[in-house]
């Protein structure tokens, strides 16, 4: 192997990686890590999501308005997806409101499809990749934490930029979207029969980047001996 994402004569090999998890798991920024060691694309496919919340809260529309949820889904551009514009608290409740509606969620699948059909491959991070978006990914990683662990974390990284919050409306935020995931209909947050999990509960970021990679490497590996 002369390349992270392993050989197949001289032709380097396509790498599709879905990461799927519960709000604040770290998937996000295991995601960017692994995009980064192993040289491919990433999409965090949740400020699509958010760019659809945040249009709807931004021209002061409900955000069950569902017609205006789908045009805000159809000129969302993946190319220009502000993370920090789209990183606020209300932004997130709306988006785990809009991504109930399966019209939405078609608008951004195939737009996140697309993405992902790149000739290299790609890293997406979610909620359904592996199991709708990517169900033919060469990896699936399914990255999961106790709420408790998720909430503290999310409290460290508030303060970390210099903000304040309460561990307990942290975590009871954190209950909610999570029973939104699960309990939707269409696309529920579920891990894929054939994903590894990876409970980080008791793992650091390195730990859990280190352990992603093995799981990865192993694939990798299997694939060039085949
Ligand atoms: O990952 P995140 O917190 O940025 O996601 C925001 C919301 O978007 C989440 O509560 C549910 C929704 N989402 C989804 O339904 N499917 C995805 N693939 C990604 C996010």
Excluded: W
């Amino acid at each position: 192997m002369n390349n992270r994402r392993g050989t197949r004569g001289s032709m380097t090999t396509r790498l599709t990686i879905a990461i799927d998890g519960p709000a604040a798991s770290g998937k996000g920024t295991l995601a960017r890590r692994l995009a980064d060691y192993y040289h491919l694309p990433h999409l965090d496919t949740g400020l699509t999501y958010r760019a659809v919340g945040h249009a709807l809260l931004t021209h002061g529309l409900p955000l069950d308005n569902l017609s205006a949820a789908e045009t805000a889904a159809r000129q969302v551009n993946l190319a220009n997806l502000d993370r920090e514009l789209l990183s606020a608290h209300d932004v997130a409740e709306a988006a785990s409101k809009v991504a109930v509606y399966p019209t939405v969620r078609k608008i951004l699948v195939d737009k996140q499809r697309a993405f992902a059909a790149q000739p290299g491959g790609a890293v997406l991070d979610g909620r359904d990749i592996g199991t709708v978006v990517c169900p033919d990914a060469d990896v699936k990683l399914y990255v999961t934490a106790s709420p408790e662990v998720r909430a503290s974390r999310r409290l460290r990284d508030i303060q970390s930029r210099g903000g304040t919050a309460d561990l307990t409306e942290i975590l009871a935020d954190i209950v909610r979207r999570d029973q939104r995931d699960v309990g939707r209909t269409d696309s529920p947050l579920r891990a894929a029969s054939d994903a590894h999990l990876l409970d980080t509960s008791e793992m650091s970021i390195e730990a859990a980047f280190q352990a992603a990679r093995s799981i990865i490497d192993a694939v990798l590996a299997k694939r060039d001996e085949a």
